[in-house]
């Protein structure tokens, strides 16, 4: 298995801690006035989808884990099972919602993701960070309202519910960030 320093950690590189997966989303290289150089990091558990903090020595060399992603189209879902299909291959895999994670809320159908498989298996599914969906019922704004700033919330036509503004009306699209869930503006 390849090895990677700490001092090459970025976003999105994929380690192995005593045989669990760890995403890096956060690094911080820190040197202080006293005592040798480190690296503080947040990392994501692919496997349960927690988030620890870890500090290493400044050079300290860690497996890296070569995930591979393939893209893949979203067709259906059947309860709780989500079927891929891959957009080279044609092969279709099924995903547990537990194996996707908080996005499943966002997917649609013929929607293109990344679905990440470390040594054959799916690990995740990476989603698009926005996705354009229409609003299917969210109550009216009314006239005036627009001045405080305020929210309302929205069901989406995945059965998701965000946080609109006021002004927003039932049947626009709107674009939502996949990440946190959030409204980003009409489409």
């Known amino acids: 298995m390849p090895v990677i320093s700490s001092n090459d950690f970025r976003n999105g590189v994929?380690?192995?801690l005593d045989g669990v997966l760890y995403q890096v989303i956060e690094f911080q290289h820190v040197k202080p006035g006293k005592g040798s150089a480190f690296v503080?990091?947040?990392l994501k558990n692919l496997q349960t989808g927690g988030v620890v903090d870890r500090t290493f020595n400044a050079g300290e060399r860690v497996p890296q884990a070569r995930v591979e992603k393939r893209e893949m189209q979203f067709l259906?879902?059947?309860g709780d099972d989500y079927t891929f299909m891959d957009t080279?291959?044609?092969e279709q895999l099924t995903l547990h919602s537990t194996d996707i994670g908080a996005g499943v809320r966002f997917l649609k159908e013929n929607m293109i993701c990344y679905v990440?498989?470390?040594k054959g298996a799916s690990i995740g599914v990476d989603l698009p960070n926005s996705v354009d969906l229409q609003i299917v019922e969210t109550e009216p704004g009314?006239?005036?309202d627009t001045a405080t700033g305020?929210?309302?919330p929205a069901k989406l036509e995945t059965g998701a519910v965000v946080k609109v503004p006021l002004f927003v009306e039932q049947g626009?699209?709107?674009s939502v960030d996949t990440r946190t869930g959030q409204y980003l503006g009409r489409a």
């Open 172 to 174: 626009e699209i709107i």
């Open 142 to 144: 009314f006239k005036g």
């Open 88 to 90: 080279e291959t044609f």
């Open 14 to 16: 994929t380690i192995e």
């Open 76 to 78: 259906y879902s059947t």
């Open 40 to 42: 503080r990091t947040k």
């Open 116 to 118: 990440m498989l470390y």
């Open 150 to 152: 305020g929210t309302k």
